[in-house]
């Protein structure tokens, strides 16, 4: 993990050094124009002076502040006056109606405001589900595609009884020790939605919390059960998430997330941040770890620091928001950590 660097990225798309943008547009264009997706795992990577960066941005790696038309060819300018073609068979749109692309090498990147004015300005007329263009109508898809179907019990039964479980880390979150002693967290009746074969569950209940796992899949509460079933203060209920029982809401003092929240379809994802909040009492918590790459067709989900905020902010207050780094070398640089209070 020592070769690599961390290069954070903020949501107008510029490097950050010290918490303050590059100024050096040499630097900021080169790091920029460097971004590559990894090519073992789903992070990205930029390369400047034998210096190799992971790149933590908040919003998409890059983003589009200009949209140009030049003899009929549309080009996207980023920060640092780096110009690109613009595929607009790439294009995707957002439940924010944000457009999407993707850069020459495969990099995800989101218009500005600025640059969706642009846009719009440039086409001949759009609608609902896409755009004219000399004559030509593209097509807009929504940025997660609902190809695969996540919402049906059989779907993660099935991964459990075929062991097609890679989330599965045989053990707690090695970030949990070290967080949960510095955020100091008190004895507490805890909600593990998504619980799987019940590692972080145990672990939380080995420090003296009450413990509620949940899960869709009877093998996986099963197993769950058959390792850790002996502890008191530890249950594990097959259940529904989002068909929990009456007696869940307002029980609950934190709730606990991992790769629940990146296993369900994204469009159900404000309905769970609403059931979060029902489970939890009044002033209750929510400590969640969620991935921060980029992927839209299939779990685990990816998401945004950008996405995160907003689908957040109406329910909670943020108190503890963090990249983990040096975690396990599978997750480097594609996790984020969230504690927050219910409002």
């Given at each position: 993990m020592?070769?690599?660097?961390?290069l954070?990225?903020?949501e107008?798309?510029?490097?950050l050094?010290?918490?303050l943008?590059?100024?050096?547009?040499?630097?900021?264009?080169?790091?920029?124009?460097?971004?590559r997706?990894?090519?073992?795992?789903?992070?990205f990577?930029?390369e400047?002076?034998?210096e190799?960066?992971?790149i933590?941005?908040?919003?998409?790696p890059?983003?589009?502040?200009?949209?140009?038309?030049?003899?009929?060819?549309?080009?996207?300018?980023?920060?640092y006056?780096?110009i690109?073609?613009?595929?607009?068979s790439?294009?995707?749109?957002?439940?924010?109606?944000?457009?999407?692309?993707?850069?020459?090498?495969?990099?995800?990147?989101?218009?500005?405001?600025?640059a969706q004015?642009?846009f719009?300005?440039?086409?001949?007329?759009f609608?609902d589900?896409?755009?004219h263009?000399?004559?030509?109508?593209?097509?807009?898809y929504?940025?997660?595609s609902?190809?695969?179907?996540?919402?049906q019990?059989?779907?993660?039964?099935g991964r459990?009884?075929?062991?097609?479980?890679?989330?599965?880390m045989n053990?707690?979150h090695p970030?949990l020790?070290?967080?949960?002693s510095?955020l100091?967290?008190?004895?507490?009746r805890?909600?593990?939605l998504?619980?799987g074969?019940?590692?972080?569950?145990?672990f939380?209940?080995?420090?003296g919390?009450?413990?509620t796992?949940v899960?869709?899949?009877?093998?996986a509460?099963?197993?769950?059960?058959?390792?850790?079933?002996?502890?008191?203060n530890?249950?594990?209920?097959?259940?529904?998430?989002?068909?929990?029982?009456?007696?869940?809401f307002?029980?609950?003092?934190?709730?606990?997330?991992?790769t629940?929240?990146?296993?369900?379809?994204p469009?159900q994802?404000n309905?769970?941040?609403?059931i979060?909040?029902?489970?939890l009492?009044?002033?209750?918590?929510?400590?969640?770890i969620?991935f921060t790459?980029?992927?839209?067709?299939?779990?685990?989900?990816?998401?945004?620091?950008w996405?995160y905020?907003?689908?957040?902010k109406k329910?909670?207050q943020f108190l503890?928001?963090t990249?983990?780094?040096?975690?396990?070398p599978r997750?480097?640089?594609?996790?984020l950590?969230?504690?927050?209070q219910?409002l």
């Amino acid at each position: 993990m020592s070769q690599f660097k961390f290069l954070q990225i903020d949501e107008e798309g510029y490097p950050l050094s010290l918490g303050l943008r590059l100024q050096d547009k040499n630097f900021g264009k080169s790091l920029l124009k460097g971004i590559r997706k990894s090519k073992d795992r789903n992070i990205f990577l930029s390369e400047f002076e034998n210096e190799t960066y992971i790149i933590e941005n908040f919003d998409e790696p890059l983003i589009a502040q200009h949209i140009h038309l030049k003899e009929n060819l549309f080009f996207v300018e980023f920060n640092y006056e780096l110009i690109e073609p613009l595929n607009l068979s790439t294009m995707t749109v957002d439940e924010w109606d944000r457009f999407h692309g993707f850069s020459q090498k495969d990099v995800p990147f989101v218009f500005s405001r600025k640059a969706q004015s642009d846009f719009f300005n440039l086409i001949e007329d759009f609608d609902d589900d896409g755009f004219h263009f000399q004559g030509k109508y593209y097509d807009i898809y929504p940025l997660y595609s609902d190809a695969i179907e996540t919402s049906q019990a059989q779907f993660w039964q099935g991964r459990y009884e075929t062991q097609q479980t890679g989330w599965d880390m045989n053990g707690p979150h090695p970030a949990l020790e070290s967080v949960t002693s510095q955020l100091r967290i008190n004895k507490c009746r805890i909600l593990n939605l998504g619980c799987g074969t019940g590692h972080d569950a145990e672990f939380l209940a080995s420090k003296g919390h009450i413990v509620t796992g949940v899960d869709f899949s009877t093998s996986a509460i099963e197993q769950a059960q058959n390792r850790y079933g002996n502890r008191e203060n530890l249950k594990f209920v097959q259940a529904d998430a989002f068909k929990l029982p009456e007696k869940f809401f307002n029980s609950f003092d934190l709730i606990f997330e991992h790769t629940f929240f990146c296993a369900i379809h994204p469009k159900q994802r404000n309905e769970i941040v609403r059931i979060w909040k029902n489970c939890l009492v009044p002033s209750g918590h929510l400590l969640g770890i969620f991935f921060t790459h980029h992927q839209t067709h299939q779990p685990p989900f990816g998401g945004t620091e950008w996405e995160y905020r907003e689908r957040f902010k109406k329910h909670f207050q943020f108190l503890y928001w963090t990249r983990l780094r040096g975690t396990s070398p599978r997750s480097l640089g594609s996790e984020l950590i969230i504690y927050a209070q219910k409002l």
